[in-house]
């Protein structure tokens, strides 16, 4: 049997964290260098309701196209939607009770203890979700005390106080650190979120689902195979996907893409009928910027954990969805060359190529969307536009446009960018929603999501990596077979 | 600045120009290519 | 910069000093190139790193630099550099990096 793949539905969810930006990679080794940095990062975390109001946020969540986003003037972190609410049509904004609630339901080992008040108001902000919620219980704060006091592992705090803690399960593994614990305890809870959401926006019941593909990059283990754990059938077990098992893939930033590839084809070759890509929040990666966010005196704003997850099916089977043209799938060969060009070429041209398509039959290209707002004050650029106007190049020096044009095809083909740092989460990926929405509109009907990924980070390559796919909506698909 | 024979320092970055590209380049003028490095910056 | 690397390039021109050392930059674009830029040159103005204060005063130019290019392989210049000559404010960089070199 084989079917057409589709991507049939996407979800996104963004967790408040102002208390945990203080455990992020970044904020963690320079506050143990200058406490008095701790003051100064929260004194400049944003509250809930402006979190809720910030217009990328509003992007991530689908209640705001990337093209209204252009609209909007900067900095975006004054110019707040102030009509805005926490659910969106494709994903939803959670407040720091209900992160805490999310994990403590997904905690099997009892690493978690937070307090009574701090699991009331968790239970409180989490009434629409549907598992496990009887596990969200807390201790009175003196035991809470004893808890921190007596044992090895951090502090957890919400509006200014102690009100949890997390427990080193291991004192001689580092694996197995609280620190480490608190990252994948975190990835696991909000994939469980955002898969939660992808299921009632489903037409399918979580036992339909046969395979789980986590692409988060947390590493799950102990100190015998760290970071050779898999979450994905511990974030299924909570939501109930008790017919799937599933597997981790790990490729860096391009671990959604890889995973959304692999999923189509397991679609398409039969083997499962419904599998779930899943990608929970990067704990780390909170705060990554703050120094710089001090320096500039704008808010610290890498202050949510991000997650999604996208269900792949056979086409048409749970409504309108778009089309994994798997036959056009793009990767960057290890003999490719790291050249800008030799990325782009084997990425985006070749698949084009064999298709018999230019580059401007591309309607929509999604590359790293990171939202530039958070990276520019840090030097860092503005990645997307960087990414589309090598794009824009590269279809000059294919002669596809001339060069007076790349300014209107970065403006046509591009958006900016509005996703969360979240290393996996800004990979292309972000725009799967929108794309659905504009395809079930009719406003779409190409687009390719690329991803890139920095395996020279680990020290055992100098190699990138890059993937892509197409996507097209379905009447569009038929047509141009 | 003639690169020839100079103790070449390459910080390149993933979105731009790679550090394994700028040595390549840096040697192709007669540079040596004493330290190089890719920046991510995300 | 990253911190390690500012530690790396600290460590190489306390070793073998700083005679015949330049640096080369690949950023693409002016802010970062002019980051890059100034800590090479005066220190680390996010003061957070091992250059923090610490002014090598290396030469440093960025690979779009003419007076770079020139030197270099000129079809490997292409394949590395050429996309980016394309779709980077080349003036706007090498304005940047000469502020701090100069």
Redesign the interface.
């Known amino acids: 049997m084989s079917s057409t793949p589709a991507i049939l539905n996407a979800s996104y969810a963004l967790a408040h964290a102002p208390d945990l930006v203080r455990y992020g990679s970044k904020p963690v080794r320079e506050i143990g260098r200058d406490p008095s940095l701790l003051a100064r990062i929260n004194g400049s975390l944003r509250p809930w309701d402006e979190v809720v109001a910030y217009p990328p946020n509003q992007v991530f969540i689908g209640n705001l196209a990337p093209e209204d986003l252009a609209s909007i003037p900067r900095p975006w972190y004054e110019n707040r939607i102030g009509s805005a609410g926490p659910a969106g049509a494709f994903g939803r904004m959670v407040t720091q009770p209900a992160l805490y609630g999310l994990m403590k339901l997904c905690d099997d080992f009892d690493l978690l203890t937070i307090d009574g008040e701090l699991a009331e108001h968790a239970g409180a902000d989490l009434v629409d979700f549907d598992h496990r919620r009887d596990r969200i219980t807390g201790v009175d704060p003196a035991e809470l005390r004893t808890v921190a006091e007596e044992s090895d592992g951090l502090d957890l705090f919400h509006d200014g106080r102690l009100a949890g803690f997390i427990r080193t399960a291991h004192d001689q593994d580092e694996s197995l650190a609280a620190s480490v614990l608190l990252e994948n305890l975190a990835s696991k809870a909000t994939a469980v979120l955002a898969v939660s959401d992808l299921l009632r926006r489903s037409r399918l019941e979580a036992g339909d689902i046969d395979y789980l593909l986590n692409c988060g990059e947390e590493a799950v283990g102990d100190r015998y195979q760290r970071g050779g754990g898999s979450l994905s059938k511990a974030v299924g077990e909570v939501v109930g996907c008790l017919n799937a098992t599933g597997s981790d893939i790990k490729a860096f930033c391009s671990a959604p893409v890889h995973a959304l590839v692999a999923a189509g084809a397991m679609v398409a070759a039969g083997v499962h009928k419904y599998v779930v890509v899943l990608g929970g929040g990067s704990q780390a990666k909170l705060g990554m910027k703050f120094g710089a966010h001090l320096r500039n005196g704008v808010p610290v704003m890498e202050d949510c954990l991000a997650s999604m997850a996208f269900l792949v099916g056979p086409s048409g089977a749970d409504g309108d969805g778009m089309e994994l043209r798997l036959d056009l799938a793009g990767k960057h060969p290890i003999g490719a060359g790291s050249s800008p060009k030799a990325v782009y070429e084997s990425l985006v041209v070749e698949p084009l190529v064999r298709a018999g398509l230019s580059m401007t039959d591309i309607d929509k290209y999604a590359v790293e969307m990171h939202n530039p707002e958070i990276t520019e004050p840090g030097g860092s650029g503005d990645v997307p536009r960087v990414n589309y106007r090598t794009l824009a190049a590269m279809a000059v020096l294919r002669r596809e446009i001339g060069r007076g044009d790349m300014d209107g095809f970065v403006a046509e083909r591009g958006m900016p960018g509005f996703a969360p740092t979240q290393g996996h989460i800004p990979a292309g990926v972000p725009y799967l929603g929108h794309a659905l929405e504009s395809m079930r509109r009719g406003s779409l009907d190409r687009a390719m999501i690329v991803a890139k990924g920095s395996l020279f980070l680990g020290r055992m390559t100098q190699l990138v990596d890059g993937v892509s796919f197409i996507v097209e909506r379905p009447a569009a698909a038929r047509r141009q077979r | 600045m003639d690169l020839n024979g100079r103790r070449v320092v390459a910080i390149g970055e993933r979105e731009g120009v790679t550090g394994p590209s700028l040595k390549l380049l840096a040697e192709s003028a007669g540079a040596d290519v004493v330290f190089s490095v890719t920046q991510c910056f995300v | 910069?990253?911190l390690e690397?500012q530690a790396?390039?600290n460590r190489?021109a306390e070793t073998?000093g700083t005679d015949?050392?330049?640096?080369?930059?690949?950023?693409?674009?002016a802010?970062?190139a002019?980051?890059?830029a100034e800590t090479?040159t005066r220190g680390d103005p996010?003061w957070?790193g091992p250059l923090a204060g610490v002014p090598l005063g290396?030469?440093v130019?960025h690979?779009l630099e003419p007076?770079?290019k020139e030197?270099?392989?000129g079809e490997?210049?292409?394949?590395?550099?050429?996309?980016?000559e394309?779709?980077?404010d080349v003036d706007e960089i090498i304005k940047w990096v000469a502020v701090y070199r100069d």
């Open positions: 910069m990253d690397d790396n390039v190489l073998s015949g050392m330049v640096v080369l930059l690949g950023q693409p674009d802010n970062s002019g980051l890059f090479v996010t957070a290396l030469p130019y690979v007076e770079i030197q270099m392989d490997l210049y292409d394949e590395h550099v050429g996309l980016m394309l779709s980077a």
